[in-house]
């Protein structure tokens, strides 16, 4: 037991001065010095932007990593989401789960393995949000685009051009979609190509079937042809995509809500048993024996998990 606590004892410190030496500032060299332009323009800062900064600086450095893997940056995580946040707001409020989870553990359990578990536990959970709010968004706008599109047919049809077919369309559409036009508009207005445009479109939303369309654009672009009846075509195929998927969609959902009950059981029960008898449960975390059947119980309910989801998951 003695040895169990020095090492939660340590990845606590660890964990903490990770955070600080995310924290701290660059070096002299790599900081950037504003010009007097830049900082008569940018005024002078607020308490909000006093308190953003050291977030700040861990927002940039988590930014140069995902996008070196080939990732989304914090900001366009959130822009998916459609949270009106900064990343350093988001990354203060990661801190604040982390430190939050941690501290309701140690008031409950002391320096135990729970303590290490909670607070990367609740520091994951807003970016499980943001994963969560991206779907739903997602799906909200796979769901109108085949409406939209034909709108967007109705348009060109109409002898509109294509910037003004978006733009009726937008005024006409509601969100998600609307909010996307209109942004495309506002950049065209800036200057930004069409075709840049619609590729930090696709980008802000992540849908495939829009990576389609615009591709199919900028094909048309740059070879001819009708764009009404290409976006028709479109249309019909997302169409009949969409029917498919609430198909298997319905045909399968006892199967996968069967799924998660049998993975989430385990740990509701364990959870339970740890607060109400903490006794009773604890020799899973004092004992060899009860470590060794912990880490066989997680290993099965993850390959029964993996199996479900991949029994279930149909790509259409």
């Not at 998916?80 to 707001?89: F, H, I, T, Y």
């Not at 060109?156 to 051009?161: E, F």
Request: charged share 15%.
């Amino acid at each position: 037991m003695g040895g169990i606590l020095w090492l939660s004892a340590l990845a606590a410190i660890g964990v903490l001065l990770a955070c600080v030496a995310v924290g701290l500032p660059a070096r002299a060299s790599q900081v950037e010095t504003p010009s007097w332009d830049a900082v008569a323009t940018r005024g002078p800062a607020t308490l909000r932007d006093r308190i953003n900064q050291p977030f700040q600086a861990m927002a940039d450095r988590s930014n140069r990593q995902r996008r070196l893997n080939g990732g989304l940056s914090l900001a366009e995580h959130l822009a998916r989401a459609d949270l009106k946040l900064r990343a350093s707001e988001f990354v203060m409020i990661q801190l604040a789960f982390l430190v939050g989870g941690a501290a309701v553990a140690f008031w409950r359990f002391g320096f135990a393995p729970q303590f290490v578990i909670a607070g990367v536990g609740a520091y994951l959970l807003p970016m499980r949000f943001i994963k969560w709010r991206q779907g739903r968004r997602l799906k909200n706008f796979n769901r109108r685009l085949p409406d939209t599109l034909s709108l967007l047919s109705n348009a060109l049809k109409a002898g509109l051009s294509l910037p003004q077919a978006i733009e009726a369309v937008a005024a006409t559409s509601t969100p998600p979609i609307s909010d996307e036009l209109w942004r495309a508009i506002r950049e065209l207005n800036l200057g930004t190509a069409m075709p840049q445009a619609l590729a930090n479109m696709v980008r802000r939303v992540g849908s495939e079937d829009l990576d389609l369309i615009v591709t199919a654009i900028s094909i048309q672009a740059s070879t001819g042809g009708n764009l009404s009846r290409i976006l028709d075509g479109i249309s019909h195929t997302i169409r009949q995509r969409i029917q498919i998927k609430t198909q298997i969609s319905a045909m399968t959902a006892q199967m996968r809500a069967s799924g998660w009950i049998i993975t989430l059981l385990p740990f509701i029960v364990a959870g339970v048993l740890d607060i109400i008898t903490p006794t009773y449960f604890r020799i899973m975390f004092t004992e060899e024996s009860g470590r060794a059947l912990l880490v066989l119980a997680m290993f099965s309910i993850f390959m029964g998990n993996v199996f479900v989801r991949r029994i279930t998951n149909f790509r259409v």
